[in-house]
């Protein structure tokens, strides 16, 4: 069946029920000084100068090649890092490296040297929390302005200190001789944050030599709004919930209240009634549709530079989508749909208006596609643009982080919705779908695949919809006006979101707020791997990657 | 239009004119007119509201029917910016920088209710509390995000003001640009002054100020 994957070869620790954490233990020996239990996975505790070590015996013996998260935080008495590891071909496989390091002076040995993905990640976790990371080959700010006075989710930052910004980078480019000082070869190219191409804010420093990329370095933080203190600062109940929506603003929505939904109702302990998994199912999957349609009709606007047919067509077709989840939501684009233990309400009446509306969609789809593959892939320009350019291999993919189609446009077979089944998703007839090219041409067909596979799963929700018995519709779950979570449970959970792996890691104080909300965001670690891509690339295959890798800056950011 | 004119100079505007060719009106006033009727957008992209503001432009909405649709990539060439979307402390100066290379006259239309008041994020440490806290705006379209028939109602109410020659006043004063060595020189300044040269451009924030 679609459903199954090959099995790996036996690896330390793994059994048949899930993972052996005593054989972990065994593995790294003395290293591990303390042991924590996490809901979602057993935690480790290790010295902070013995990282390195633990990360790169189970990175190489235990095969947890999938970093997922880092995340840092101040308790009273300590700072703390945790990575969150996981394995591309069993994402249920998961360990946290937990690393405390003192209050005066918080230093812990860098992963970035195992993991390529550690390096923006401990960035950020400087530039928010304010731990070093020794051996770390770049550390700086990654968010926030260089001249940012202290650490804004430290405990003692005061929010209302003034702060100066520079506007040094945003200077003429071509207002002093742009070639750089030691290669007079090379010449120094801004592009950013205000450009068309970079898809919103992003900030790209680029040194060409000759027509090809030397150097790239991507700048973010254009649109660091603060979600996670937003989202630190909301009840569990209703006020975080609409704060996903605005993560990855493309209509990706639904999917993202899943991520939050999915982290706190399994911290609490909530069951969804069936039903209501099956709407969620079906809406998720109308938004993947809407948000792979952008990434498409953009892509396209980044090739072919014209905001013409393709580009016109994918957004006529982003209508109907969007008409379709405003019926079902009541918003066009930020949905705050979901709700802890179910969803706000029923599909709206009359249903077989409704259900009509979603089959004609449908029906309509392929027929659409076609035209998009006789337009956009057909086409020889587009092809030789994208074929065989911003190649990414699967090992370099692992290492970053890449989720989502980035990664399975590599040929890595890793989708959440199948790996770590959540919803309705394990019932359902689909494939995940990967493509081999690891090029930009790829990365292009395994979206387009994929709205084929979102299409038959909406197609069989509607049909599970249709027939479900009135008197069985039950679409919220029994949840506690004021959710107090048990003090110290920490969780990290992940969906498969438009993008890729969007994980949350949340940790309970007792109170009906969390002491720690943390994002893992799929494009913030996809976005890494532009280097790896465009390095002697042409500059406009280097645009081409980056509409290939589909970021959005608002998740990006957070 | 004198004889044998073709017939397709025979408008029903012309009509109205009725026998006479020529309409008596200020110079002011009929380049207001224009200046109305026909805008340029600068393409600008910041957040969520973006997304909406793409759907304003394209199919089904089509902002073009008024006059108001081609989406200019370089500032140098617009003279509307929609600002769609969450100003953030990194990005502020920039986007002034972005309005200070437009041609005057321009025009700024607020989207969206981060660009009033910082809107669902207005808590937050590093958001500026509003478009108004860095250049001055003409109109502002509240939503989250506001649907694309409001953006066009906004822009439709931005074209009746040019029209009628009006502008918009400061409500309140905003952040500026500001070299470095002009500063005040407080604390913070004294801390920072290794990293800024006396020329930089920068732009410093109280947030204690701040509506």
């Known amino acids: 069946m679609s459903l199954e994957k090959p099995s ?74 945790i990575y969150h590891l996981r394995k591309y071909d069993d994402p249920t496989q998961e360990l946290s490296i937990v690393v405390p390091s003192p209050k005066d002076d918080p230093h812990n040995q860098s992963a970035a040297r195992i993991y390529d993905t550690a390096d923006w990640h401990e960035r950020e976790a400087y530039d928010l929390v304010g731990i070093d990371y020794d051996d770390h080959p770049d550390l700086r700010r990654i968010l926030l302005p260089e001249t940012w006075q202290g650490h804004p989710l430290s405990q003692d930052y005061d929010q209302n200190q003034p702060q100066i910004v520079t506007l040094r980078e945003n200077a003429n480019p071509l207002q002093d001789d742009q070639r750089s000082e030691d290669d007079p070869d090379t010449m120094f190219v801004n592009i950013g944050p205000h450009h068309p191409a970079t898809h919103g804010v992003l900030h790209v420093k680029t040194v060409l030599d000759g027509e090809q990329v030397a150097d790239i370095d991507p700048d973010i933080g254009y649109l660091h709004r603060c979600e996670e203190q937003m989202c630190q600062q909301g009840t569990y109940r209703h006020q975080i919930m609409p704060y996903p929506d605005r993560w990855d603003y493309v209509s990706a929505g639904m999917l993202n209240e899943w991520a939050y939904a999915r982290a706190a109702e399994d911290l609490a302990d909530i069951e969804v009634p069936e039903y209501a998994q099956v709407i969620r199912t079906m809406s998720a999957e109308l938004s993947r549709i809407a948000a792979h349609m952008l990434a498409l009709g953009t892509f396209a606007l ?257 | 239009m004198g004889e044998g004119a073709d017939a397709r100079f025979n408008s029903t505007l012309r009509e109205a004119f009725g026998s006479t060719p020529f309409i008596l009106t200020k110079f002011d006033q009929f380049m207001n007119w224009v200046r109305g009727s026909s805008m340029f957008m600068l393409q600008f992209g910041i957040a969520c509201c973006s997304i909406e503001m793409i759907h304003t432009y394209a199919i089904k909405h089509d902002l073009d029917r008024f006059g108001a649709g081609i989406p ?118 004294e801390h920072l002054a290794d990293e800024i040269d006396e020329d930089d451009l920068v732009m410093r924030y109280n947030w204690n100020d701040s509506p």
Request: charged share 30%; aromatic share 10%.
């Open chain 1, 8 to 81: 790996s070869p036996t690896e330390i620790g793994v059994t048949e029920d899930g993972l052996d954490y005593d054989a972990l233990a065994e593995l790294l020996g003395g290293h591990v000084i303390d042991r924590e239990s996490h809901v979602n996975a057993e935690g480790f505790v290790v010295r902070p100068d013995e990282v390195q070590a633990v990360l790169s015996t189970l990175k190489t013996e235990a095969g947890f090649d999938h970093l997922a998260n880092l995340t840092a935080q101040e308790y009273d008495d300590r700072y703390e890092s």
């Open chain 1, 302 to 558: 980044d090739v072919f530079g014209d905001f013409t047919a393709i580009f016109q067509y994918a957004f006529r077709d982003r209508e109907v989508v969007m008409n379709i989840l405003e019926d079902i939501s009541g918003q066009r684009l930020m949905f705050n749909y979901f709700r802890l233990g179910g969803v706000a309400w029923d599909l709206p009446e009359p249903r077989d208006e409704f259900f009509e509306k979603i089959r004609d969609f449908l029906d309509d789809l392929p027929y659409k596609l076609e035209e998009y593959h006789d337009l956009i892939t057909g086409n020889e320009i587009f092809q030789m643009r994208c074929v065989d350019t911003g190649v990414l291999t699967p090992e370099k993919a692992k290492s970053y982080g890449a989720t989502g189609p980035v990664a399975r446009g590599s040929g890595v077979d890793y989708d959440l919705r199948r790996d770590d089944p959540y919803g309705y998703y394990d019932e359902l007839d689909w494939n995940v779908v990967t493509e081999t090219g690891c090029d930009n041409f790829s990365r292009v067909l395994v979206r387009m695949r994929e709205v084929e596979e979102s299409a038959r799963i909406i197609e069989q929700c509607v049909d599970l919809l249709e027939q479900w018995p009135e008197d069985d519709r039950e679409i919220q779950a029994n949840v506690p006006r004021t959710l107090r979570p048990e003090p110290d449970e920490e969780i990290y959970r992940a969906v498969e979101g438009a993008k890729g792996e969007l994980g949350i890691y949340i940790r309970s104080d007792g109170t009906d707020k969390p002491a720690r909300f943390k994002i893992r965001s799929p494009c913030f670690s996809n976005l890494q791997t532009l280097p790896e891509m465009s390095q002697g690339e042409y500059i406009p295959d280097m645009i081409a990657s980056l509409g290939s890798l589909d970021i959005v800056l608002g998740e990006v950011d957070r």
């Open chain 2, 72 to 189: 200019r990539a370089s500032p140098r060439q617009a003279d509307v910016i929609v600002v769609p979307g969450t100003i953030v402390s990194k990005f502020a100066p920039r986007m002034k920088r972005v309005y200070d290379q437009m041609p005057e006259p321009k025009f700024v239309v607020s989207m969206g209710s981060c660009t009033i008041s910082g809107g669902p994020f207005q808590e937050g440490y590093n958001v500026v509390k509003g478009a108004e806290e860095v250049i001055p705006v003409d109109i502002h379209v509240p939503g989250c995000p506001p649907r694309p028939e409001a953006l066009v109602y906004g822009v439709a109410k931005l074209q009746e003001r040019i029209a009628n020659g009006e502008s918009s006043p400061v409500t309140v004063k905003p952040y500026e640009l500001e070299q470095f060595g002009d500063l005040e020189r407080d604390e913070l300044v």
